[in-house]
């Protein structure tokens, strides 16, 4: 009986690993470098988003935006006026706690891709799922903020073992949290040794400047290795 | 295609009920009155735990502990000198993102349900699937800390719609983030009207008091309705 539900789940990630790389095509053949976005709900993924849009020198970059319900996330990039298109994962039943490759190239009619240079994909919120289902991404991002603890790495390991680049954020809130970033980074380590980690605040602007630096020049280090 | 998956998610959430309503049974006949703790990864979830098992007056209490990965959690519990079973979801590939019915049912035969009045079965830190998946609980409980956001309700509309108490935590960070708690509770009115809703703090201790009480009077409040 297990054995039965641990092939049915290796099947249904084989196939969505497959439209993944259709994805992945499309992008590559549209010169679009594409970023997936993962973190806990509340971890600071759109604020942070706001942040890095404001301003990406030359890189003209779109977003695509994946809820459960909803169109906040997205309202509140609109304004920034960069192409954002809406995923919505709640059809039907309780929703989906993550975006899969095959709801991503349902959208792909919807996102400009001749005219952007990179398309970030704002994930749903959560350390689970997300991690387990690749999209057609050239770079996976993560958000934790501090306000959620220095266990997380050990909590969710494969969450920060699946991603290029860890973003500790909300650290105005340091002097005011139990939080002991030493111990973090040390657990971050054992789970995902050398990874690249980027502190931040939405709230102060610290580390913003580092974050847009790494988002704007994604498409010339894809670009470099395709 | 689409309506193929629907029925599937249906059918596995039907068997799911089948499996929680036999749960159930075997709680109500051992007298056990069972809340399901759910809360997004870093809520405060093992930390408000940890202060209301400290003193529930003569109410015996156990828990039983969801979790991807690890035993951090349930280590922290034991040394409160409460019955703690460990479930870990991540058997094989990367990990349920909630506990289902069959999960608990089969953690049943290690929970000494003979010698506890409440058994809190804390659930993996996510805010889609652990509302679709009963349990067999006789209460679901959900942590929202304001670290999150007030926008949270309208996102994660179901899990906020499940629950019978919604706890506002984290707020003695209430003058160092960006949270409107009017805004919040507005929110809430609109997905969940009149849900019962306790504001703590696991750093000061505020609201501890009231959220003991209401654990302490869940078997008489249960023992009341059966």
New interface residues.
């Given amino acids: 009986m297990?054995r039965v539900k641990?092939r049915v789940?290796?099947d249904a990630?084989d196939a969505n690993n497959t439209i993944a790389r259709a994805n992945r095509d499309d992008f590559d053949r549209a010169g679009v470098a594409v970023a997936n976005l993962m973190g806990?709900?509340?971890a600071g993924k759109t604020a942070l988003l706001e942040y890095v849009l404001s301003d990406l020198g030359g890189v003209r970059a779109g977003v695509l935006e994946g809820?459960?319900?909803?169109t906040?996330?997205a309202d509140r990039l609109a304004s920034l006026h960069v192409p954002v298109t809406q995923l919505q994962t709640?059809d039907?039943?309780?929703?989906?706690?993550h975006l899969d490759a095959n709801m991503v190239r349902s959208a792909l009619p919807s996102i400009p891709l001749s005219d952007i240079d990179l398309l970030i994909i704002e994930n749903?919120?959560?350390?689970?799922?997300p991690?387990?289902f690749r999209v057609g991404e050239d770079a996976r991002v993560m958000v934790a903020?501090i306000?959620?603890?220095e266990?997380?790495p050990?909590?969710?390991?494969?969450m920060f073992r699946a991603c290029e680049l860890v973003i500790v954020n909300?650290i105005?809130?340091l002097g005011?949290?139990?939080f002991d970033m030493d111990r973090f980074l040390h657990h971050l380590d054992a789970v995902h040794p050398g990874v690249s980690v980027l502190l931040t605040s939405a709230?102060t602007g610290e580390g913003i400047g580092e974050l847009r630096a790494w988002f704007a020049g994604l498409p010339q280090r894809v670009g470099a290795a395709v």
């Fill in positions: 297990h641990v789940v290796e990630l806990a709900p509340g809820d459960v319900q909803g906040l996330d709640g039907g039943f309780g929703g989906e706690c749903v919120g959560n350390l689970v799922c991690a387990e903020s306000t959620e603890g266990d997380k050990l909590k969710y390991p494969l909300k105005d809130l005011h949290v139990d709230r």
